[in-house]
């Protein structure tokens, strides 16, 4: 027996049992009566039963009939629901997300998994910029950058503030403050300016906090002893931070999960904030469009507790 059965003789004969008339069911799949009765004969033919007693009032189904239209009602509703749930499926949509290299890997990739998990048919595409646009016509569906939240002809949303403090690995620490005579922030302070500083040096410097804006505010005016190591990215930053080559700048948001992990530490001076925050930045062109609304909701959610 061959296993390729159309699904239209199986149709054909659900619609004839149904209404046991094949005049009435070539009307409802719009057709003539003698092709109903062909697919029939061709259906028995394939089955080597007969499915329909022709009888002089009408039709009655066989035994193998009554069998058949049990199966075959099941079949076609479970069949037109996989049909109807398919095509209700979102296509696959690509969403473009433009923010710097620092958010990117530190905040957001080890979260991305999530919205992933949630909207499977969205295709995000990271772009890295180190500087937010000032026009959002320069945004293609949103943004995500350090900067006020102000920008023309879009709409902005807070994520987080810009908090900062020195972290190091655990074993600079011990070598450089673990063994100081006093733990006071005022002599982790002196040490401080001793010590080797990694400074992140790109054009974002001119709004992220660097060492020449926060040294003041723990009271060193003058230059460390050390020229600072420049970096072109701050992953790279934290990378030489974890490997024991000085001091870096922690941002709060990227570094947590490194302290918590053990790779870095806080020398133990006070956070600094500034005005500036992580802020959503999406086109007014964009602002109904659903897949943006949805990414957007999503990361609201992703940071309300990391604020």
């Known amino acids: 027996m061959k296993n390729n059965l159309p699904i239209d003789l199986l149709e054909c004969f ?5 209404y046991l008339s094949f005049t009435k069911a070539a009307q409802e799949l719009g057709t003539s009566q003698p092709a109903v009765s062909q697919l029939i004969k061709k259906l028995e033919a394939y089955l080597g039963q007969q499915l329909f007693e022709r ?13 058949l239209l049990n199966y075959a ?11 109807l ?8 949509q690509i969403l473009q997300v433009q923010t710097d290299f620092a958010f990117a890997s530190f905040c957001l990739m080890p979260q991305l998994a999530q919205f992933s998990l949630l909207y499977p048919y969205i295709e995000v595409n990271l772009l890295t910029h180190q500087q937010a646009p000032s026009d959002s016509q320069e945004l293609s569906d949103i943004g995500i950058f350090l900067g006020s939240g102000k920008i023309k002809h879009g709409q902005s949303y807070f994520l987080f503030i810009e908090e900062v403090f020195p972290v190091c690995s655990p074993a600079f620490y011990q070598q450089n403050f ?24 790109s054009k974002s410097q001119q709004l992220w906090f660097d060492w020449e804006r926060l040294l003041p505010l723990y009271g060193l005016a003058s230059a460390p002893q050390y020229v600072p190591i420049k970096l072109d990215n701050y992953p790279l930053v934290i990378q ?3 490997a024991g080559q000085g001091i870096a700048i922690g941002w709060r948001q990227m570094v947590d999960e490194h302290i918590k992990q053990g ?15 992580y802020y959503a930045l999406v086109p ?17 959610g992703a940071f309300k507790n990391k604020v």
């Open 178 to 201: 673990a063994n100081l005579n006093s733990k006071t922030i005022k002599n982790k302070t002196k040490q401080l300016a001793l010590c080797p500083l990694l400074q992140l040096n």
């Open 240 to 242: 030489a931070a974890m």
């Open 14 to 18: 659900e619609v004839s049992a149904r």
């Open 55 to 67: 009888q002089h009032k009408g039709l009655s189904l066989s035994p193998a009939g009554k069998v």
């Open 263 to 277: 790779l870095l530490q806080s020398i133990g001076l006070p956070s600094q904030q500034s005005q500036l925050a």
């Open 284 to 300: 007014e062109r964009k602002r109904k469009n659903k897949m943006v609304d949805l990414f957007v909701e999503w990361l609201l």
């Open 85 to 92: 749930e398919a095509r209700q499926l979102p296509q696959k």
């Open 73 to 83: 009602q099941t079949g076609l509703n479970s069949l037109k629901q996989g049909l």
